[in-house]
């Protein structure tokens, strides 16, 4: 199993990182039409999309047990959305062996290290500023 989802996550990642490349080189993205940010389905995916992220957000704060990890992976779950959290899932798959048990990616809790979650943070400012 830890397998199958290492490599599930790498696919959600890599195939997230290249549809917004995608997405950047055709379209800034603040110059979405206004048209497409009143479609009550665009508004609908949104409240979808960034309650999942908030849900997510949820676990990985009750995982991480620093406020700064808790704060930093808030701002890059809520900043990169499905990116931030195939990262924190693979994080975690790979510190257990391809065999183990997914007990502790799920259970276990982290002192919460800041290193991963600020180059996240800031990259996700980065391109924000940058769009």
Known sequence: ?????????IVILLSMLAVTSWASLHTPLFAIPREVFQHPWFIATLFDAYWAFVAVYV????????LGARLLWFVALIALGNIAIAVYFLRELFRVPADGSLDPVLSRRNPGTLALPAILTALSVAVYLLA
Not at 1 to 8: D, N, S, T, V, Y
Not at 59 to 66: D, G, I, M, P, T
């Open 1 to 9: 199993m830890i397998l199958f989802l290492r490599g599930l996550f």
């Open 59 to 66: 676990w990985v704060a009750w995982k991480e047990q620093s």
